[in-house]
């Protein structure tokens, strides 16, 4: 994703993200294929405030590809084309925090920067009301053109339908990547322990294991995600920044 000339399409499947976040709007997926006015986007810009294109809202799918007016990703708890977070979901921001990571807009001046250049932010909200439709986010970035597939969450229950869902999405081309877990144990976590997934254990700034990471077999890489020095700087809902842990 580095400086290419095709943008690197990374899906957030998670509680849902801060999408109009000055760090993060330039980045956002704009999915043409409901770009119903023929303007070119589906996102506007209306005197200081960013929106879902109105001309594109139509109530229908144009794209065909079974959800309506999913302009810039979709939400699975509202079942509409907004993929902010849930109100009142006390875990609301984790996926905010995750965008920043892998999708803050570089060189813009602002806040903070991401792991690369020419990345693209597909925000898709699962997580919301005791809820989590994980996998159906999974099927619906990977059928829209992810090319990597998030998710940071996660049970010990091992299910074959689940393992059939990332078989299905890596044989789309998707890469899916998911959060060891957060236990300091080596009980294996789904869908990290899922084959064909990525397990991502975390380091602190040392590269020694930070005190909450799971760890164990299922582990593919390991990355900073902070201890005792705070965590990483990311962004979060409301046009904030905050320290977290992942």
């Known amino acids: 994703g580095e400086n290419g000339s095709e943008e690197t399409i990374i899906a957030i499947i998670d509680t849902g993200v801060d999408w109009d976040h000055p760090d993060l709007l330039n ?3 704009q999915n043409l294929d409901e770009d119903a006015d023929g303007d070119g986007h589906t996102l506007e810009l209306s005197g200081f405030q960013w929106s879902l294109d109105p001309g594109d809202l139509n109530g229908i799918d144009n794209g065909g590809n079974g959800f309506i007016d999913d302009l810039i990703g979709w939400n699975f708890i509202t079942n ?29 001046g602002t806040g903070i920067a ?5 990345l693209t ?3 898709v909200c699962v997580i919301g009301n005791n809820t989590n439709n994980g996998y159906d986010g999974m099927i619906y970035a990977a059928e829209n053109g ?31 990547v998911a959060a060891a877990g957060n236990n300091n144990d080596d009980y294996p976590m789904y869908p990290s322990s899922y084959l064909g997934v990525i397990s991502v ?7 020694t294991k930070a005190a909450y990471s799971s760890f164990g077999p299922p582990v593919d890489i ?25």
């Open 80 to 108: 509409d084309g907004d993929p902010n977070p849930i109100q009142g979901n006390p875990d609301g921001a984790h996926g905010t925090h995750c965008a920043g990571i892998s999708n803050g807009v570089t060189n813009n």
């Open 121 to 123: 932010l597909m925000p």
């Open 27 to 29: 980045n956002v997926w």
């Open 201 to 207: 254990a975390s380091v602190n700034v040392d590269d």
């Open 146 to 176: 992810a090319d990597i597939i998030s998710a940071s969450w996660g049970n010990w229950e091992y299910s074959e339908a689940d393992q059939e869902v990332i078989d299905y999405v890596t044989g789309l081309g998707s890469i899916v």
């Open 222 to 246: 390991s990355v900073p995600g902070g201890g005792s020095e705070a965590g990483i700087l990311s962004t979060m809902p409301g046009g904030l920044y905050q320290l977290g842990f992942g």
């Open 114 to 118: 991401s792991i690369g250049w020419n």
